[in-house]
């Protein structure tokens, strides 16, 4: 029923309790017995089924807020492996019920889900808090926060094309002129980018 999205309380109902009886030959429970002893051993069933499905594999993660038939607002924790076939299909591992739906209350979610499930969160809360990579993230604030800039102005329609090589002349002009290892990670990476794109 629980794979069907059919709420246990139609159990209730004496006629598709009655259906059940007769075509499975046992006994059907009560709702509440279902939920109290049925539904959490499954619920960590599925999420083990899900951790073996994604190992050690890249995965991606999504929060999907949407309102249900009764206006309620939920926040679905959504995960999927990421393979060299493209992105699995989805896993729904964690919905949560708000009381609105903005930002703050989804970043709420975000930074209570359950850690016991979350190992790269755990990898990512010591990871950012080395200080070697905190002074790389303020480095590459610092000195390539103009970039989203410059890709947007790059994307624009009807650019001419000395415009675009204009722009792109002034990036690297800028990267090689920017200090520290990471900018010399970037100016690698920039010139290895443009050698393998020459159009």
């Not at 259906?19 to 939920?35: G, M």
């Not at 947007?152 to 290892?181: F, N, Y």
Request: glycine fraction near 6%; charged fraction near 20%.
């Amino acid at each position: 029923m629980v794979a069907a999205n059919i709420p246990w309380t139609r159990l209730n109902n004496p006629i598709l309790k009655g259906f059940l009886t007769k075509y499975t030959n046992k006994q059907i429970p009560d709702e509440s017995t279902l939920r109290k002893k049925y539904l959490h051993p499954q619920y960590l069933s599925t999420i083990e089924k899900i951790k073996e499905n994604i190992g050690d594999s890249y995965f991606w993660a999504s929060v999907d807020e949407t309102t249900d038939r009764c206006g309620r607002y939920i926040a679905n924790i959504v995960v999927g492996k990421l393979g060299s076939r493209g992105p699995s299909s989805p896993h729904l591992i964690a919905p949560r019920v708000l009381e609105v739906a903005n930002s703050s209350t989804i970043a709420r979610v975000i930074q209570t889900f359950y850690e016991e499930y979350a190992v790269s969160i755990r990898e990512e809360k010591v990871a950012t808090t080395s200080s070697s990579v905190v002074s790389d993230l303020a480095s590459v604030k610092s000195y390539f926060g103009n970039l989203p800039g410059v890709i947007v102005s790059l994307e624009a329609r009807d650019l001419p094309l000395i415009g675009s090589v204009k722009i792109m002349h002034t990036i690297q002009e800028d990267v090689k002129q920017t200090p520290g290892p990471v900018a010399s990670s970037v100016a690698t990476k920039l010139e290895q980018v443009l050698q393998r794109n020459p159009g």
